[in-house]
């Protein structure tokens, strides 16, 4: 569930305004506007919020950032700062605060052409969620949303959650984060970046398997 139909819910179900939650939450009406939309108004990108903002609006909603974070099962996690938002960055949780966990970082994953370059073994990084690996981006194919050194946090699943869902993918020995839809005879993988066209891969030539979906990223802001 998006975090704009959680906080859309609840102040329904509590009888709050628009505005006033998003004084309640300490930000910016024209935030929790872009929020509700589920996209950014001056780029139409999607909204991606940020770990200090998602706390912010648990705070708000008398909830825990964890019991949030669980009910975004839809959302990608910026683990940086949202840019839409610049004006709390003073207000930015220090990161010692966040509970982390080590998790593996196992190498690169490409997002173009499948590729899988273990360049990390045996390092572990830390997660503030609930992730069972990190990969390093490595291309541009889902820009905007994953830019090229942009490390992921990834979730095992046993399947593809739905169609069009964007998953880290093994393609006989190699790996690529795609949108991927199910085909009968196989599986199409498709780019964020319209550069890039579609990949078409058949279960009877390919070994086809998911290996995770992102569930957050970091960034290293320049």
Do not use: W
């Not at 938002?85 to 173009?112: C, F, Q, R, T, Y």
């Not at 009968?184 to 279960?203: C, E, F, I, R, T």
Request: contains cysteine; charged residues 25%.
């Amino acid at each position: 569930m998006k975090l704009g139909d959680i906080v859309k819910k609840y102040c329904e179900e509590n009888g709050l305004s628009q505005r006033s939650f998003a004084t309640k939450a300490g930000l910016s009406n024209t935030y929790i506007a872009m929020l509700f939309k589920g996209a950014n108004t001056a780029t139409g990108q999607p909204i991606q919020p940020s770990l200090p903002t998602i706390k912010k609006i648990a705070e708000a909603m008398n909830s825990s950032l964890d019991a949030l974070l669980r009910q975004m099962d839809d959302e990608i996690v910026n683990m940086g700062n949202d840019n839409a938002d610049l004006s709390h960055v003073a207000n930015l949780i220090p990161i010692s605060e966040l509970h982390m966990h080590k998790i593996p970082l196992l190498g690169s994953v490409a997002a173009g052409e499948p590729i899988y370059d273990p360049e990390f073994p045996g390092i572990v990084v830390d997660s503030p969620t609930d992730a069972d690996f990190a990969l390093k981006i490595k291309g541009d194919s889902m820009e905007p949303e994953f830019k090229n050194g942009d490390l992921v946090f990834v979730k095992l699943v046993p399947d593809v959650p739905r169609d069009g869902c964007v998953c880290v993918m093994a393609i006989d020995d190699e790996a690529t984060l795609k949108r991927v839809y199910r085909q009968q005879d196989g599986v199409m993988l498709l780019s964020n970046n319209p550069a890039y066209s579609p990949m078409y891969y058949k279960y009877a030539e390919h070994a086809v398997r998911v290996l995770g979906v992102p569930v957050g990223f970091t960034r290293m802001l320049k």
